[in-house]
């Protein structure tokens, strides 16, 4: 919020009670960072937060598209968390320009709508990114990468940090569970979890392969002398190899897969 204003202001209601504060930016080398001051607590019914502020802060430099664009596709995994630029609120339909849909025709059971959300400004962490399962509009369990058994991508790289996979089954309707935190395990929900992750894992291969690309050629400058050593086909195995190491172990390191070619080297004097 500080990207706007010196200051914002925070309306929660919890336990019967709204709270309103306001949030400003510190003066001096010795003061905190920012001085919270309650305005208010009086009794009040429902629960929620709002948050909202005036753009005095280079607002003429940012276009309300752009913001709307940037803010909706951090946040796009959760439908009933709702975000207004301009008191315009942003939906799937704002969007479109940050997405792309895919829809999955799967047999003896129906269409399954996926949609890719790109936030183009890579996140400190992976929260609120991931998977996100809706049925009827409502978001199921948690946003994640998790797959069956072994994660889809490791949560702490870039691509992990950048991208949101909504996909709407209403179909589901029936496995989920009654406090809404996940799938009931059955042949349905089975069929259409593993079409949907096999959709992602094929589109984030996609997505990265440049970078792909990129690490393995740094991989093998890096081993340039030893390989050079090789026959041609041997050479064009470790090629290989350094390209389905990072397939099938997404979070490898640089450092690991420096060191990889040299035990595909071995292993390919062996053969």
Same mark, same amino acid.
């Given at each position: 919020?500080?990207c706007?204003?010196?200051q914002?202001n925070v309306?929660?209601v919890?336990?019967?009670?709204l709270?309103?504060v306001?949030?400003?930016?510190?003066t001096?080398?010795?003061?905190?960072?920012y001085?919270l001051e309650?305005?208010?607590?009086?009794?009040?019914e429902g629960?929620?937060?709002?948050?909202w502020?005036?753009?005095t802060r280079?607002a003429?430099?940012?276009?309300?598209g752009f913001?709307r664009?940037m803010i909706g596709?951090?946040f796009?995994?959760?439908p009933?968390?709702?975000? %207004?630029?301009?008191h315009?609120?942003v939906?799937l339909?704002?969007?479109e #320009? *940050?997405?792309e849909?895919t829809?999955l025709e799967? &047999?003896e059971i129906?269409k399954?709508?996926?949609s890719?959300?790109d936030?183009?400004?890579?996140?400190?962490t992976s929260k609120?990114?991931?998977?996100?399962?809706w049925?009827?509009?409502?978001l199921?369990?948690m946003p994640?990468?998790d797959?069956?058994?072994?994660?889809?991508i490791?949560?702490?790289?870039?691509?992990?940090?950048?991208?949101?996979?909504?996909?709407e089954a209403d179909m589901l309707?029936?496995d989920?569970? %009654?406090?809404?935190?996940g799938?009931?395990?059955?042949?349905?929900?089975? #069929? *259409?979890r593993?079409a949907?992750?096999d959709?992602? &894992?094929?589109?984030l291969r996609?997505?990265?392969f440049?970078d792909r690309r990129e690490r393995?050629?740094?991989?093998?400058?890096s081993?340039r002398g030893a390989?050079?050593?090789?026959?041609?086909i041997?050479?064009?195995?470790?090629a290989?190899?350094?390209?389905e190491?990072?397939?099938?172990c997404?979070g490898?390191?640089?450092r690991?897969?420096?060191?990889a070619?040299?035990?595909?080297?071995?292993s390919?004097?062996?053969?």
């Amino acid at each position: 919020m500080f990207c706007f204003s010196n200051q914002y202001n925070v309306e929660t209601v919890k336990d019967g009670w709204l709270t309103r504060v306001r949030v400003q930016l510190s003066t001096g080398p010795a003061a905190a960072p920012y001085v919270l001051e309650v305005s208010e607590a009086v009794p009040a019914e429902g629960h929620g937060t709002y948050i909202w502020t005036k753009a005095t802060r280079g607002a003429f430099e940012m276009d309300a598209g752009f913001v709307r664009d940037m803010i909706g596709a951090q946040f796009v995994a959760d439908p009933e968390f709702n975000i %207004s630029v301009n008191h315009e609120p942003v939906t799937l339909t704002n969007l479109e #320009r *940050v997405s792309e849909t895919t829809v999955l025709e799967i &047999k003896e059971i129906g269409k399954v709508k996926v949609s890719r959300f790109d936030s183009e400004m890579t996140g400190k962490t992976s929260k609120q990114h991931g998977l996100a399962w809706w049925v009827n509009y409502r978001l199921v369990g948690m946003p994640t990468w998790d797959g069956f058994g072994e994660p889809l991508i490791d949560a702490r790289t870039m691509w992990a940090k950048r991208y949101t996979y909504v996909i709407e089954a209403d179909m589901l309707k029936p496995d989920v569970k %009654s406090d809404w935190t996940g799938f009931y395990a059955s042949d349905l929900s089975n #069929r *259409v979890r593993k079409a949907v992750y096999d959709h992602v &894992k094929k589109d984030l291969r996609d997505l990265s392969f440049d970078d792909r690309r990129e690490r393995k050629r740094a991989a093998l400058a890096s081993n340039r002398g030893a390989i050079k050593e090789l026959p041609s086909i041997a050479q064009e195995q470790v090629a290989k190899f350094a390209e389905e190491l990072q397939l099938e172990c997404p979070g490898i390191s640089d450092r690991d897969l420096r060191a990889a070619p040299p035990g595909a080297r071995a292993s390919s004097s062996v053969a």
